[in-house]
């Protein structure tokens, strides 16, 4: 019904700068929260920055500073400007969304993207 697609993850030198995008499709009546998520080897999953509807956001303290996240409501895109990259950036970055559907619109569902990898060497 709904489709996150993650994009913009790659190879980066450090103190580089990558922007990860996140569009989703489907059947889509609104979007509450929004969030990215990263994974690095042999690591749990961990928060990294999400964004409301109402655009407040908030970061984990490892990328306060350096990230900025933000969202295209009519684009229902959600993007991570990274800048200052770090080797310890290094993982698999998950977008994810609170979907209120055409079908369900009073509960919202949460979604994941496939996920983009961000590697971080010089």
């Known amino acids: 019904q709904v489709q996150l697609v993650e994009s913009g993850g790659g190879l980066v030198q450090p103190g580089g700068s990558l922007r990860l995008s996140c569009a989703a499709s489907?059947?889509?009546?609104?979007?509450?929260?929004m969030g990215w998520y990263r994974q690095a080897p042999g690591k749990q999953r961990e928060l990294v920055a999400t964004?409301?509807?109402?655009?407040?956001?908030n970061y984990a303290a490892s990328v306060k500073g350096r990230f900025t996240i933000s969202r295209d409501n009519a684009k229902n895109t959600l993007y991570l400007q990274m800048n200052s990259l770090k080797p310890e950036d290094t993982a698999v970055y998950y977008c994810?969304?609170?979907?209120?559907?055409?079908?369900?619109?009073?509960?919202?569902?949460?979604?994941w993207g496939q996920g983009t990898q961000v590697t971080v060497s010089s």
């Open positions: 994810n969304a609170d979907v209120r559907t055409l079908l369900i619109p009073t509960i919202p569902i949460t979604y």
């Open positions: 964004v409301t509807s109402g655009s407040s956001t």
């Open positions: 489907g059947m889509i009546s609104s979007i509450d929260a």
